[in-house]
């Protein structure tokens, strides 16, 4: 397989056999050889699921104590009070059937998108459009609620969703490579103790197999499992 000058230069400047602690692996990526745009940093979690069962399907939402280093745009669907307390709180995009309509004929400028409960009977029949984008609201990610201010202010600092894919995997982006080290590690932390928390009951044997970092444009950093805590 062919590769950049770019990534030969990447690779050697860390130990990529080993496993790493989190400071090091953060520490390694921050040293590699960059490029011109700030990266995005991510963690690839390999769980111990069957994901083929409903009953260990891992999901859920953390907000960031670093933020995610980029502009989130926050639309949601309410009406009455409701729809005042969102806009207080910094929603870019507030409607009812408005908003549903624009959505419905094509419209997808924003990252966010919640609901109240009652506006889920407008909101369900997106699902086809809204749901391979990952937009569609959810109860367990906290886009499905009456409490719209502080979700939309979680949402505008920093909140991230995460899913296990059909391969028992789980990538969530953390921050900025910009990001200090010490601000990395305190996003990652907090999403590795959400994956734990979320763990099914049905589950057996080791849950967090392994876990890699790496930014946009880097090779993956492996990490050390006694990194990843609740095992």
């Not at 590769?3 to 520490?27: C, E, M, P, V």
């Not at 040293?31 to 399907?57: C, H, W, Y």
């Not at 080290?181 to 197999?209: F, Q, W």
């Amino acid at each position: 397989m062919h590769r950049s000058k770019l990534y030969k230069s990447q690779i050697g400047s860390f130990d990529a056999t080993a496993r790493h602690t989190i400071k090091d692996a953060l520490n390694a990526l921050k040293a590699m050889p960059g490029v011109k745009f700030d990266q995005t940093v991510e963690a690839a979690f390999r769980l111990g699921i069957d994901p083929r069962k409903s009953d260990q399907n891992v999901r859920g939402a953390v907000a960031l104590p670093s933020g995610t280093g980029k502009s989130v745009r926050v639309a949601v669907v309410c009406d009455g009070p409701q729809a005042d307390a969102a806009k207080a709180a910094g929603a870019d995009f507030v409607g009812y059937e408005d908003l549903v309509e624009q959505i419905k004929n094509g419209w997808q400028d924003f990252d966010i998108l919640i609901a109240t409960p009652n506006a889920m009977k407008l909101v369900r029949p997106l699902g086809r459009q809204l749901g391979p984008r990952g937009l569609m609201p959810n109860p367990k990610t906290g886009t499905v609620t009456d409490n719209v201010e502080p979700a939309v202010k979680e949402a505008k600092a920093g909140r991230v969703e995460f899913r296990a894919d059909k391969g028992g995997c789980v990538h969530v982006p953390f921050g900025k490579l910009s990001f200090t080290a010490e601000a990395l590690e305190a996003n990652l932390r907090v999403i590795i103790d959400a994956l734990v928390k979320a763990r099914p009951s049905s589950t057996k044997g080791a849950y967090m197999l392994g876990c890699t970092l790496s930014a946009t444009m880097t090779p993956g950093v492996k990490l050390n499992t006694k990194e990843l805590s609740g095992e």
